[in-house]
């Protein structure tokens, strides 16, 4: 009887502490590598932590329900963002070709 509730309470942690890694995902989302792309094994994390070595999936057990409507978000604006700064990127070589130096 005793391993049943000392596992209850595993899972009961570690949903609270998934929440937690997808808060601070989301709170500073480019402290995370992506991986998401460039996956060569399923079980490898859809993002990690670029310090900590955190690691989070998509499908994980345990997120909780909101993580993909908010990853969908993110991504909406990420790719906005990229989009800008591959714009910028351009007009500096652009510029850099007029430029004396």
Excluded at 74 to 94: C, E, F, K, P
Aim: glycine share 6%; proline share 6%; hydrophobic share 40%.
């Amino acid at each position: 009887m005793m391993a049943g509730k000392k596992l209850g309470n595993i899972a009961a942690s570690n949903v609270g502490s998934v929440e937690e890694l997808w808060q601070a995902f989301f709170a500073n989302p480019v402290d995370w590598w992506d991986n998401r792309k460039n996956k060569k094994n399923p079980k490898y994390p859809d993002f990690k932590h670029k310090d900590t070595g955190e690691a989070l999936w998509v499908e994980g057990r345990y997120n909780p329900p909101w993580v993909k409507s908010q990853l969908a978000i993110l991504d909406t604006r990420m790719g906005s963002l990229y989009d800008q700064d591959a714009r910028i990127d351009a007009n500096i070589v652009a510029c850099d070709k007029f430029l004396p130096f």
